[in-house]
């Protein structure tokens, strides 16, 4: 399972590793899991072996070389203090935390030296993250999310992609939060259309300011009409529950005039056939997860935890040992759109509106590299 390629280097791989280049020792590249990394290292030894045989005065601490090409690589200047410590006074400080202040974290030495590129773009394009961040009210956007939607952005033009839920009824608890009830299926724009009326025009707005070529998406969940559960919860019947969802899409097209596309996902992208053809692999593939990692199982259950309420809400009638098999069936659900847009949608991204949590599935076969960007959670 692999949501973003990772392009991070724990400190103590990089101060290995760097103290090999400096001994001139090999480096045991798959023992310390870099071996993806083996070509950009060995660049980086040859850069530093030109530069210190270049050199003609004497170092004044252990990495300076390195820190020069930082210094090179970044086109800036990197603050050196030297310690006042009686006993420590040949070491010193090196000062570069503005390069946190981007990414989020502060990175290793060998993390900055051969990222260089990713983490430019970072910074090139960190205004924009902020803005799009502030624009739509979205939850904290992570360096691996802003360096997978900075290569979409500069491939080609963006595919915007917004899931919708159908207009389940709804009701307003106070702060800004909502509850649903399921206690009916309406026919209006539905609690998550009715925030993206809110949102969609500062967020195309910023995408315009920064010259973001896009189009932007949105596909209400006509899956949800299959489940005889959820028909009988809202007291209705698959024919009844896609004729509401025709209904809410016509009316979203009809408030948001930036839009470019309105529809239901699986009578638009797939088949009725493919669909259940999808899930049923993906649950599969889910509960392989959670029974052979243990890292993912203790992710499923956080993901229970948070939407427990949800849940009880919906599927009222359900045993607490059940709802586990509700997130996998809904993952599954999230991992088959995936595939469905990585297929028939160009250069796409994810602007999700619904819960935060649910983002990992969007991202679960290693072929996908689907950025998710997230609105905060605004129902429980």
Not at 41 to 47: D, G, P, S, V
Not at 49 to 68: A, G, M, P, V
Not at 183 to 192: D, E, R, V
Not at 221 to 233: H, T
Request: include cysteine; glycine fraction near 4%; charged fraction near 30%.
């Amino acid at each position: 399972m692999c949501q973003y390629n990772n392009i991070f280097i724990e400190s103590e791989v990089s101060k290995r590793v760097l103290k090999s280049i400096l001994e001139n020792i090999p480096i045991d590249y798959k023992k310390l899991k870099i071996y993806n990394y083996k070509k950009q290292i060995l660049e980086l030894k040859k850069n530093y072996e030109d530069k210190k045989k270049s050199r003609i005065k004497k170092l004044d601490y252990k990495y300076q070389i390195f820190w020069n090409i930082v210094e090179e690589k970044y086109n800036k200047k990197i603050d050196i203090v030297k310690r006042q410590q009686n006993k420590k006074n040949k070491n010193f400080n090196i000062i570069y935390s503005d390069f946190a202040n981007t990414l989020g974290f502060l990175p290793s030495l060998l993390t900055l030296l051969i990222f260089d590129d990713e983490i430019k773009n970072l910074i090139k394009y960190e205004n924009f993250f902020k803005d799009l961040q502030k624009s739509g009210d979205f939850d904290q956007i992570s360096f691996m999310q802003k360096i997978s939607f900075i290569k979409k952005i500069q491939e080609n033009k963006v595919s915007i992609i917004t899931p919708l839920c159908p207009d389940y009824e709804h009701v307003h608890i106070g702060l800004g939060l909502y509850k649903y009830t399921f206690n009916s299926l309406n026919g209006g724009l539905g609690l998550i259309g009715k925030r993206l009326v809110k949102i969609i025009k500062e967020i195309h707005k910023v995408l315009n300011k920064y010259k973001i070529s896009f189009v932007h998406h949105a596909y209400y969940g006509d899956f949800e009409a299959y489940s005889k559960e959820i028909c009988k919860r809202v007291k209705s019947n698959e024919k009844e529950f896609i004729e509401k969802l025709i209904m809410s899409k016509k009316k979203l097209k009809k408030t948001i005039k930036e839009i470019n596309e309105v529809d239901l996902l699986v009578k638009s992208l797939s088949s009725k056939k493919d669909w259940k053809e999808k899930c049923k692999k993906n649950e599969k593939y889910i509960s392989n997860l959670i029974n052979t990692k243990i890292a993912f199982k203790k992710t499923i259950n956080e993901i229970l935890s948070s939407r427990m309420d949800l849940y009880k809400s919906w599927y009222p009638e359900l045993k607490e040992s059940e709802y586990l098999n509700l997130v996998i069936r809904q993952g599954a659900e999230y991992a088959s759109m995936a595939e469905i847009f990585q297929k028939k949608i160009d250069n796409p991204v994810i602007f999700g509106l619904d819960h935060p949590k649910m983002g990992i599935f969007y991202n679960l076969s290693s072929n996908l590299n689907l950025p998710v960007l997230y609105g905060k959670p605004k129902y429980v």
